[in-house]
């Protein structure tokens, strides 16, 4: 069983920045993808990001140019570096990541944009 665990939450300013970690129990190349899912109160969970192992990334366009997705081979570890962040970004942030057929999330870390 694939374990994914996230940290870097919390609260900042409209504006500031945080960086989300997830480190996965299993080799980042054993996943076809990982990324980044958001779910804020009342809404679906949407996907904000998310790389290859090869490291090609996508983006939501409600992130495109502030946030960026990172890997990191030693430690198993995916990055979300979040900029110029707003109060819309506000939400529970989940890690993902994906094989054939399998999905394995993480438990979610808060992230909330307000002054």
């Known amino acids: 069983q694939v374990q994914l665990v996230e940290s870097g939450g919390g609260l900042v300013q409209p504006g500031g920045s945080l960086r989300l970690s997830c480190a996965a129990s299993?080799?980042?190349?054993?996943?076809?993808?990982m990324g980044w899912y958001r779910q804020a109160p009342g809404k679906e969970r949407e996907l904000v990001a998310r790389?290859?192992?090869?490291?090609?990334?996508n983006y939501a366009d409600s992130v495109k140019g502030r946030f960026t997705i990172s890997l990191r081979n030693a430690g198993n570890t995916v990055y979300l570096q979040m900029s110029s962040l707003k109060p819309e970004d506000t939400a529970v942030y989940y890690c993902?990541?994906?094989?054939?057929?399998?999905?394995?999330w993480g438990q979610g870390t808060q992230v909330t944009v307000s002054s």
């Open positions: 993902n990541a994906q094989r054939t057929l399998r999905d394995f």
């Open positions: 299993a080799s980042i190349f054993s996943f076809n993808y």
């Open positions: 790389i290859t192992n090869g490291g090609s990334a």
